[in-house]
């Protein structure tokens, strides 16, 4: 019987305080400008991905949460895989009595611990396990800053997941995107009294993609053009810096200016896209006026393409923060039925 080769990891759910939107090259999926985020605690969220491979496997097979995903027709998937391998038979090559492993099919078993309809961003947390774990299982010498760059072919957003606490996406400048990775800023411990909460106020899919939403963007929007030139290279800095010197105001203020504008240029997009609802744009209300009778940010929220809420807090206001998002979700009209008031989160 042959013998079965396996790995197993697991990878978090990454959420941005600076945004990733529009691409500079659609085949390699190198951005117009970088990017930063936190992650999420993989207790509630985070992907577990097992890769195997063997000379009795007689296809390359994905199963995502139990159910099998055509691997031919996924081109992200191949890009992904083939970098493997290659990665894979030169080590190979340099060590002539090691195992083959880039000549056999693979079988990936992915799972999520959050309900994929949550309308959560699963993609980014889903290729960083799966590129993680075939590098793990490959035994290859790549840093994970590497492998960001092949998690990144897979899903723009992904390369950021194979690191916890607080990363950035560098966008690079060659066109080769060998300069276009991922690196982690802080760690998570650096921040202890950092939080955050989801607010689930749908579990629908989103309407537009973000793939194709950042294309209609990228090809109609002038205001995108200027944040990407012109606002996002100094708020990276300015991030960089808040994080740093774990100055929650700062850090704040960047988000949620972040994340406004970042919906701004989604409606400045020709026909323009609404990824938030009237439920969004309560929470917006409510955070606003929360800050505004503390007289400080308490709450800094952000919305990625759904209407889906993340808060960021720190330890101190917690039973203010959740205690007055709870009050309100129970009070207000328009919640779905698939919604959940928060999942309050720490990082991974
Ligand atoms: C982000 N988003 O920085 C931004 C904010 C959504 C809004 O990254 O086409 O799923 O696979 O590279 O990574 C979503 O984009 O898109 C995303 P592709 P991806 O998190």
């Known amino acids: 019987m042959p013998q079965i080769y396996q790995a197993s990891v697991t990878a978090p759910v990454n959420i941005a305080v600076i945004k990733y939107w529009g691409k500079r090259c659609t085949k390699l999926n190198l951005p117009t400008n970088s ?24 296809k390359d097979i994905l199963w995502l949460n139990g159910s099998e995903e055509n691997v031919a027709s996924n081109s992200r998937l191949i890009i992904c895989i083939e ?7 030169r080590v190979e090559k340099e060590n002539p ?23 959560l961003a699963s993609s980014a947390a889903g290729f960083a396990a799966l590129v993680y774990a075939i590098a793990n ?30 990363t950035s996406w560098e966008m690079g400048n060659n066109d080769d995107g060998s300069d276009s990775q991922a690196q982690q800023v802080a760690t998570k411990s650096h921040w202890p009294d950092m939080k955050a909460a989801i607010l689930i106020i749908s579990a629908a899919k989103k309407g537009v993609s973000s793939t194709s939403g950042m294309q209609a963007t990228v090809a109609t929007s002038t205001l995108f053009t200027y944040r990407a030139q012109h606002i996002v290279p ?72 759904g209407p889906n809420a993340v808060l960021y807090y720190l330890s101190e206001n917690t039973q203010l923060v959740l205690g007055l998002f709870r009050e309100c979700y129970r009070k207000a009209k328009g919640w779905s039925s698939d919604a959940r008031p928060c999942v309050p989160e720490g990082f991974n």
């Open 35 to 58: 990017s930063l985020s936190v992650a999420l605690s993989q207790e509630n969220l985070r992907t577990l991905t097992t890769a195997s491979c063997s000379e009795q496997f007689d």
């Open 83 to 89: 970098n493997l391998r290659l990665l894979r038979s």
């Open 97 to 119: 009595g090691s195992q083959t492993l880039s000549k056999m099919n693979l079988h990936i078993v992915s799972e999520n611990n959050f309900p994929t309809a949550a309308g």
């Open 137 to 166: 299982l490959y035994k290859l010498p790549q840093s994970e800053i590497q492998l960001s760059r092949i998690a990144r072919q897979g899903s723009g957003s992904a390369c950021r997941s194979l690191f916890g606490g607080y």
């Open 234 to 305: 100094i708020r990276m800095q300015e991030m960089k810096k808040a994080i740093a010197a774990r100055d929650f105001q700062s850090f704040a203020e960047l988000t949620i200016k972040d994340s406004n504008q970042f919906h701004a240029v989604c409606l400045d997009t020709m026909p323009p896209i609404f990824y938030l609802n009237d439920t969004s744009r309560y929470i917006i209300r409510l955070a606003e006026e929360l800050n505004r009778v503390a007289g400080k940010y308490v709450a800094a929220y952000t919305f990625d393409a």
